[in-house]
Structures are given as structure tokens and as C-alpha cells.
């Protein structure tokens, strides 16, 4: 029987939207390689299948929740061998522990995208056996961002000679400011309302009871400005930003308005963006507000230092401190020639960095390179 034409496997244990998913589906659906295709393994139905099925990736559903452990890399040896995998790229730290041992067990080259420190937290659950299980199956590991890589290497993970640092790209051409109003009449808001944007999920991470503290102090003071926050909730955290915008009297002036499909279409009624996150990998939000030709206020919480220029191509803040946020927002605000400047200096870095181009050609370059190691 002849040999099927060899494939590369890309796999990732979450369902939901985000940054690392994201560059998931891009890396399955963009990079090829000639003579080999793309085929991915995911645990469960959402968004990350429906994305799936419109890009048109070949993929299966391996639930592990459903099966026993055996049963369940039975079924993920069966599905590799099927397609005769020749490289494996996992994301985030569940898939990362699991191919590390099926690429011991097959001699399959394994390269591991980690997104951010929650991937290797010191207080997870026997983590020094998954350290150890990652250092043996993951022949290159990439971190999105020097500061994670340095983390990484500081804590004696992996050798900083086996770290890639790979930042995330996105489509610069979808980006752009458009003259819909859309979310303004949504929101039933006057069509001169500013409109302070941020995207990312709503988790402890993102802080925005530090960005809801931070709208108190600007709305105070300007009376037009409105934020608009897109993005998944969790009930919990969301019942409690509730309350806090309840107690601050906040309802009309900050909105919550769930997770929108198309980022682009967001961002581009915005009048500026804001990330207030505690700690980011990277800030692929951060990349495509600038690639909007948008003025960015960001925290310093790991990733947004190695995407922004102080003072050149946005504004940095310290973390958790919402008067800091509020007074680079203010000085935005007041300073329209500021706006301009950061705005277009902004796009001009994210196109020259941070491109789609940039990032399947790094990855390319890993692929072949660990294939060729491998061979």
C-alpha cells in the first residue's frame, strides 16, 4: 500500500476565541509546505470548530474527557499515523504535555507554542513531572514574546538555545478606520461619541476593574467619551464588574458588549484603544489597534513593552494602576496632534513587525529546519 502524503499536525486543547487559537487556525490554514498538508486535532465543539470548518482545514475531535487515557492516544496514534504526520505544532501547555509524549513514542518532531506564563505557572499541578515530559518531547519550543522566552529560560525550562521567540502576526490589510456607526447606534450613543476600545475575554488577567476604575476618572472629566469592551464573559467576573460599575454609576459611560467575530469591523469604529491587562504574553488586540491606525494606552504587563514605543508609537502605564491609565487616556483626549502621531507611527511599525508574512515566515523556517534536524 502506498505511503499518504505526509502531513503536519496542529493541535490545541482550548475551543474558545483568543490570541493563541488565533495563531492556531493561521499557522493551519496559511503555512503550507510544498508536499506536505495541513491537518489539526482539537478537543471539543466552539468557536475554534466553526473557524475550523470555515477555512477549510482538514480536522478531528479527540475528546480526552470522553474516553480513557488510553483510549484517547490510541485515537490520536491512529489519526497521526492515517496521515503519515511528519511535524506536529502544539499550542498552549495541555497539547504541549500531550504530543510531547506521542512525539516520543513515534519519533515525530514536536514544536510548542507557548502564549503566555500561565503555560509554565510554578503553582501548577506536578509541574515538575510536565516540565520534564516537555523538556523530552519538544524539540523546538517558540514563546511570543522576549520577555516570555526570558522567563522561560530563567526558570531553567528549557535552554534559551531551544527557544524561538516568534511574535504574532495579523492580516495588516484588514485593519483600517471605517466610517460605520454601527456600535454607536447599538449602544444609542451620538454619532460624535469618543469611543475608548479594548478586545480580550473577560479573565482576572485582562484587569478591567482596573480599566472600569480608570473610566470613572476619565468620564468625570469628558463628558462624550464612552468605552466599549468586546470580548467573552465569564458570569462570575462579569456579576462583579457589574456591581462595580453599579456602585460607580458607570452603566451608561462603560459597555460590556460580548465577543465580537470580527475584530476588524470593531476597531475600526473606535477612537482609541486601551489595554489594561496584569500580565500578557503578547497583545495580538495591541497589533491590530495599531494596525487600525488607532492610539494605543497600554500597561507594562510583559508583551505591550516589545510592540510599543513610549512616546512614539503608543503610551505605556504601569499595571494595576488605574490614575496612571486615566491620565495617558486623558492626555490622548486633549491632545489631537498626540493622537495623529502615535496613530500612523503606530501602523507603520505594526506592517513593518508584525505582519502575517513575518509569522508564517519564521515558522516556515522552524519547520524545515526541524524536519531537516529530524530527518
Given at each position: 500500500m502506498a505511503m499518504p502524503q505526509p502531513s503536519i499536525l496542529h493541535a490545541i486543547d482550548t475551543t474558545g476565541p483568543g490570541g493563541a487559537e488565533t495563531v492556531f487556525l493561521d499557522l493551519a490554514q496559511y503555512l503550507t509546505l510544498d508536499g506536505y498538508k495541513n491537518i489539526a486535532i482539537i478537543k471539543g465543539a466552539g468557536w475554534v470548530e466553526d473557524q475550523l470548518k470555515s477555512r477549510g482545514v482538514t480536522y478531528y475531535v479527540v475528546n480526552p474527557a470522553s474516553m480513557s487515557a488510553f483510549s484517547y492516544y490510541s485515537s490520536l496514534y491512529k489519526i497521526l499515523k492515517?496521515?503519515?504526520?511528519?511535524?506536529?505544532?502544539?499550542?498552549?501547555?495541555g497539547s504541549t504535555l500531550t504530543y510531547s509524549l506521542l512525539s516520543l513514542l513515534l519519533r515525530i518532531p514536536l514544536i510548542a507554542t507557548l502564549h503566555g506564563r500561565v503555560d509554565v505557572n510554578p503553582n501548577e499541578k506536578?509541574?515538575?513531572?510536565?516540565?520534564?515530559?516537555?523538556?523530552?518531547?519538544?524539540?523546538?519550543?517558540?514563546?511570543?514574546?522576549?520577555d516570555l522566552a526570558a522567563y522561560i529560560a530563567h526558570r531553567g525550562l528549557f535552554d534559551v538555545t531551544n527557544i524561538a521567540t516568534i511574535y504574532n502576526g495579523v492580516d495588516t490589510k484588514k485593519y483600517q478606520k471605517t466610517n460605520s456607526h454601527d456600535i454607536r447606534k447599538h449602544l444609542n450613543?451620538?454619532?460624535?461619541?469618543?469611543?475608548?476600545g479594548s478586545v480580550g475575554n473577560v479573565r482576572p488577567a485582562k484587569a478591567y476593574n482596573v480599566l472600569v476604575d480608570a473610566a470613572k476618572k476619565v468620564t468625570d472629566l469628558e463628558s462624550n467619551v464612552h468605552f466599549?469592551?468586546?470580548?467573552?464573559?465569564?458570569?462570575?467576573?462579569?456579576?462583579?464588574?457589574?456591581?462595580?460599575?453599579?456602585?460607580?454609576?458607570?452603566?451608561g459611560r462603560v459597555h460590556f458588549i460580548g465577543?465580537?467575530?470580527?475584530?476588524?469591523?470593531?476597531?475600526?469604529?473606535?477612537?482609541?484603544?486601551?489595554?489594561?491587562?496584569?500580565?500578557?504574553?503578547?497583545?495580538?488586540?495591541?497589533?491590530?489597534?495599531?494596525?487600525?491606525?488607532?492610539p494605543v494606552v497600554a500597561t507594562r504587563c510583559g508583551g505591550p513593552e516589545e510592540i510599543l514605543e513610549h512616546g512614539k508609537t503608543g503610551l505605556l502605564v504601569a499595571v494595576n494602576n488605574p490614575q496612571a491609565l486615566a491620565d495617558a487616556l486623558l492626555t490622548l483626549l486633549k491632545n489631537l496632534s498626540l493622537q495623529q502621531h502615535l496613530a500612523q507611527q503606530g501602523r507603520q511599525h505594526a506592517i513593518a513587525t508584525f505582519s502575517m508574512e513575518t509569522l508564517l515566515n519564521q515558522y516556515r523556517v522552524i519547520y524545515l529546519d526541524t524536519m531537516n534536524h529530524a530527518a
Open positions: 492515517k496521515h503519515n504526520v511528519k511535524l506536529i505544532q502544539a499550542h498552549l501547555l506536578w509541574i515538575f513531572i510536565k516540565n520534564k515530559i516537555m523538556r523530552l518531547g519538544v524539540n523546538k519550543l517558540v514563546a511570543v514574546s522576549r450613543l451620538d454619532e460624535r461619541a469618543v469611543l475608548i466599549v469592551i468586546a470580548g467573552h464573559q465569564k458570569p462570575d467576573l462579569m456579576n462583579a464588574l457589574n456591581q462595580q460599575l453599579d456602585a460607580l454609576d458607570l452603566r465577543f465580537q467575530p470580527d475584530s476588524a469591523a470593531f476597531l475600526g469604529q473606535m477612537d482609541l484603544f486601551v489595554l489594561s491587562s496584569s500580565s500578557e504574553g503578547f497583545s495580538i488586540a495591541t497589533i491590530e489597534a495599531m494596525a487600525t491606525e488607532l
